[in-house]
């Protein structure tokens, strides 16, 4: 079947970096996406990965591993409008995305 | 990326009644998702709504309960018809401009049944 992977909750503090991870397991793959969504808000996109490797974009960065099944979502100099929970989703072959259950992510001052 | 226009942001409707839900995007776009969103989990697709043809439904989810139309390429209506307390959710519009592109979302409409 296919599947998700990420951690419910994770919390950090203000200025540090933060590694939020995404395992799946999809029939096919046209790649790998991580969104963003405030409380009450929809989700917004953060990042697309296809190939293997790191793709930066300002404070955050998503690297991918194919053969890993493997993803991640970094987020460096942590603010607190950075609370929010974060969804990973594969697109599988058929060009549909799977969708993970989310990571809270909670930062403290 | 295109703008999503959703419309109601919220309604708050009785039990027995049916709201239809609209989405207008400016540019075309290839696909047009819906989604629901129950408090605090992920989001649960509903259909991909089809231009011209009857939506295709995820396990779950039936025509007579969620009708969905798309006349166009920049429009499409989801109804949540005879609604329970059950319905209460967050419905999501969501498209794609093409088939490997992220999906783009509209701001959801907070459905609360009473």
């Known amino acids: 079947g296919q599947n998700i992977d990420q951690p419910t909750e994770m919390t950090a503090t203000e200025g540090a970096i933060v590694q939020i991870n995404c395992t799946y397991q999809t029939s096919g793959f046209n790649g790998l996406f991580w969104y963003q969504q405030h409380a009450g808000e929809a989700p917004t996109f953060l990042s697309y990965n296809v190939l293997d490797g790191l793709e930066e974009k300002g404070r955050f960065s998503s690297f991918l591993s194919r053969s890993k099944g493997y993803s991640y979502l970094l987020l460096k100099e942590l603010q607190m409008k950075d609370s929010a929970s974060y969804l990973c989703?594969?697109?599988?072959?058929?060009?549909?995305?799977?969708w993970g259950a989310g990571t809270k992510l909670i930062i403290k001052p | 990326s295109a703008v999503i226009s959703q419309k109601p942001s919220r309604d708050i409707c009785q039990r027995g009644t049916s709201l239809t839900i609209q989405c207008q995007v400016d540019s075309q776009v290839t696909m047009m998702f819906w989604y629901r969103q129950q408090p605090g989990q992920s989001l649960t697709l509903i259909a991909t709504a089809n231009q011209g043809s009857e939506a295709t439904y995820e396990s779950g989810f039936v025509i007579d309960k969620f009708p969905i139309s798309r006349p166009n390429l920049t429009f499409s209506t989801l109804t949540v018809s005879n609604m329970s307390p059950e319905d209460s959710s967050i419905y999501l519009c969501?498209?794609?401009?093409?088939?490997?592109?992220?999906?783009?979302f509209g701001n959801g409409t907070r459905l609360t049944v009473t």
């Open positions: 969501s498209v794609q401009i093409r088939e490997n592109s992220p999906l783009h």
């Open positions: 989703a594969a697109m599988d072959s058929n060009y549909q995305l799977i």
